[in-house]
């Protein structure tokens, strides 16, 4: 592998190894990372199929392989892997993550058609409308992920990515709002709180209620599990906020915290 990025040196290691991976399991694993490095997916998934059907896993390093494949933007293959898991071991432990990650596939699928429509890069554009036979799926299956493991982090970023869905996709701010408030108020203590509280403080902005949404971005910044990322984000936010009120200098000391 420290080498497989050399010109052809990835197409021969396969090549060779191809030859050896009956012979034993380590070139069988092995081979399906060099697959993946060539991003030759669906072969990488039918070589983890073999692998966890003569090792018993039980699914374990299918779900590693699906969630790495998803980290890479192959979000059709992912999806694919998700929903085998959930077809083949629906009583293993990663199940409620495997469904998860099947509805953040779709939704990634989504999204990707709907940026494909919306020109982003130019100063201003008419948004595609969104086609309610696509978003519903999606919605559905994170809506069904709440009911059947309730109170759940899994449950929790559900209802986030269903809130984030409503606000910015189906332009549905209310409704959106109603799922980052049931988070901030219900679950302040979820790693997500923080991503629902930043939320909330950008449909006040929109809302022109620079107050309230002061209230939601200072939350963020107080919030001892809110990780760096987003503390930075309400602090920007909080900077802007300063500058329309023409104080400057608190603008500028949200800006170096």
Known sequence: LSYS????????TIEVVEKYKSDDISFSYLLARLYIEKKHYDEAFDLYKEI??????????????????????????????YKFLIDN??????????????????????????????PEWKSFFISAKVDENEIEPVISAYQEI??????SEVAIEAK???????????????EGEKYFSIITETYPMSKFASLAFNELG??????????????????VVK????????????????????????????????LMT
């Open 5 to 12: 990025n050399k010109p052809n040196a990835l197409d021969e």
């Open 52 to 81: 966890d059907k003569k090792q018993n896993t039980r699914g374990a390093d299918l779900y590693s392989f699906g969630d790495f494949v998803y980290r890479d933007g192959e979000y059709k293959t992912a999806s694919e892997v």
């Open 89 to 118: 071991y629906s009583d293993q432990q990663n199940i409620p993550l495997a469904k998860l990650g099947y509805a953040k596939t779709q939704e990634a699928l989504f999204i990707q058609k709907y940026n494909a429509a919306n």
């Open 146 to 151: 709440v009911k059947v493991y309730q109170h």
């Open 160 to 174: 986030l990515r269903t809130g984030i869905l409503l606000a910015h996709y189906r332009n549905d701010i209310i």
């Open 202 to 219: 950008n449909i006040k902005m929109q809302q022109t209620k620079l107050e309230e949404a002061e209230k939601y971005f200072q939350s």
């Open 223 to 254: 919030l001892q599990r809110a990780n760096p990322e987003d503390k930075s984000y309400a602090n920007y936010q909080l900077a802007r906020i300063f500058s329309f009120r023409n104080d400057f200098e608190s603008a500028r000391k949200y």
